[in-house]
């Protein structure tokens, strides 16, 4: 599958940075300078020179490019062969002026090794959902091609300890898991950052996966620019509110191990507070 792109200069970053064409979500918000500012702010107060990242659902490479820029080690997963020709060029890129590296696999991560087939997004390119081998295009996607994939397990490509985890796989967030126990192992002092979408989610209930970070050792919130602690049931709650539209309802989850979680400012912290007595 074939997609068109455009170059755009970033000032944040000092480069320039490609994004697909057509595209409804990522591809504007880069072009005004920045995509999901709260969680590349959380993502940049834990990576440093000399951490490893693993960034799952690369997409176009935001989050790859900006571990790099920071002097990371980033493992990148993107298998949706057109945009990851783009993400590899965004990360190349930033290899040229940045003190860290990267290495784009063109997969995507599962439990074990074999194929599957994923639906494009017709308008949301960041919105590219694996289906099950007889399984049919969502219907809320609309109308889109269905390409097939190659999946692999995290644990086959990546050697731990990693500092970062960016998890944003449409609903194959489980899977991942299920084939990175071994990283995970090897990461005590970790944090992460996880979309989490009951709607799309795929191979556990909501609960479970929420159930299987609280195990790991993970404390969790929501990534925003003042994140508080939110035990699992809470999440849970607020994600399946029935005045929540499903389709639309996913949620950024930041989490950490090992680590402080609270990377904010005072004053942050104070609307982290405030929201927490505040929401549900």
Same mark, same amino acid.
């Given at each position: 599958?074939?997609?068109?792109? %455009? ?6 970053? *000092?480069? =320039? ?15 005004? *300078? $920045? ?16 951490? %490893?990242? &693993? ?18 080690? &980033? ?25 860290? #590296?990267?290495? +784009? ?19 949301? !390119?960041? =919105?590219?959902?694996? &289906?099950?081998? /007889?399984?049919?295009?969502? #219907?809320?996607?609309? =109308? ?9 397990? &995290? /644990? ?7 500092? @970062? ?6 609903? $194959? ?29 795929? *191979?556990?209930?909501?609960? /479970?996966?929420?159930? @299987?970070?609280?195990?790991?050792? !993970? ?14 049931? #809470? ?9 929540? /539209? ?20 005072? %004053?942050?912290?104070?609307? *982290?507070?405030? #929201?927490? +007595?505040?929401? =549900?």
């Amino acid at each position: 599958m074939s997609f068109k792109s %455009k170059t755009v200069r970033i000032p944040s970053l *000092g480069l =320039d940075f490609e994004v697909l064409e057509g595209d409804s979500i990522i591809g504007p918000a880069i072009e005004r *300078g $920045s995509w999901a500012e709260d969680e590349t702010f959380l993502f940049r107060r834990h990576v440093a020179k000399g951490s %490893k990242v &693993v960034d799952l659902g690369a997409n176009v490479g935001w989050f790859a490019v900006q571990a790099i820029l920071a002097g990371a080690e &980033v493992h990148a997963f993107e298998p949706v062969p057109g945009i990851a020709d783009l993400a590899e060029r965004n990360m190349r890129r930033a290899m040229a002026v940045g003190g860290g #590296r990267g290495t +784009l696999h063109r997969c995507a991560a599962g439990a074990a090794r074999g194929t599957a087939r994923i639906a494009i997004g017709a308008r949301n !390119f960041g =919105d590219n959902r694996v &289906v099950e081998r /007889d399984g049919s295009r969502p #219907r809320d996607m609309g =109308d889109g091609e269905l390409i097939e994939i190659e999946i692999v397990p &995290v /644990d086959e490509l990546v050697q731990g300890p990693v500092r @970062f985890f960016k998890i944003d796989t449409q609903g $194959s967030e489980w899977h991942a898991f299920q084939g990175m126990r071994r990283v995970l192992d090897a990461s005590p002092r970790c944090a992460l950052l996880l979309e989490f979408w009951p709607y799309a989610l795929r *191979g556990c209930l909501p609960a /479970d996966l929420l159930g @299987f970070l609280a195990g790991q050792g !993970f404390t969790l919130g929501k990534a925003t620019a003042a994140p508080y602690k939110m035990k699992p049931e #809470r999440i849970l709650r607020q994600a399946l509110d029935p005045r929540r /539209d499903p389709v639309k309802g996913g949620m950024d989850l930041y989490g950490v191990r090992g680590l402080p979680f609270h990377v904010v400012s005072l %004053k942050n912290r104070l609307r *982290g507070l405030a #929201r927490r +007595l505040r929401e =549900d």
